[in-house]
């Protein structure tokens, strides 16, 4: 099995920034993919960035140039670096890995609030 656990959400004034992290922990796992899905109230989740285990990043069209994301393989972490944030970032902020043969996790999501 693998834990994973999210950190870093909060309430922040449009054109803050805020870092969210998710480290996995558990038992003889290798992460292939890792990143950030988000849900806002009333609509379905969407993917927000994701990073493979060679550091090829993807992201959503609509949030080039203000988040990144990124990983660190030893502590088995992603990261979500968000700037310029805006009200319709408002959402329910999920992270995942994809472990091979294992199948995808997911962290307990982190609440993501921006006041215009």
């Known amino acids: 099995q693998v834990q994973l656990v999210e950190s870093g959400g909060g309430l922040v004034q449009a054109g803050g920034s805020l870092r969210l992290s998710c480290a996995a922990s558990?038992?003889?796992?290798?992460?292939?993919?890792m990143g950030w899905y988000r849900q806002a109230p009333g609509k379905q989740r969407e993917l927000v960035a994701s990073?493979?285990?060679?550091?090829?990043?993807n992201y959503a069209d609509t949030l080039k140039g203000r988040f990144t994301i990124s990983r660190d393989n030893a502590k088995n972490g992603v990261y979500l670096q968000m700037s310029s944030l805006k009200p319709e970032d408002t959402a329910l902020y999920y992270c995942?890995?994809?472990?091979?043969?294992?199948?995808?996790?997911w962290g307990q999501g982190s609440q993501v609030t921006v006041s215009s």
């Open positions: 990073i493979t285990s060679g550091g090829n990043t």
């Open positions: 558990g038992s003889a796992f290798i992460i292939n993919s």
């Open positions: 995942y890995v994809d472990v091979p043969r294992r199948g995808t996790y």
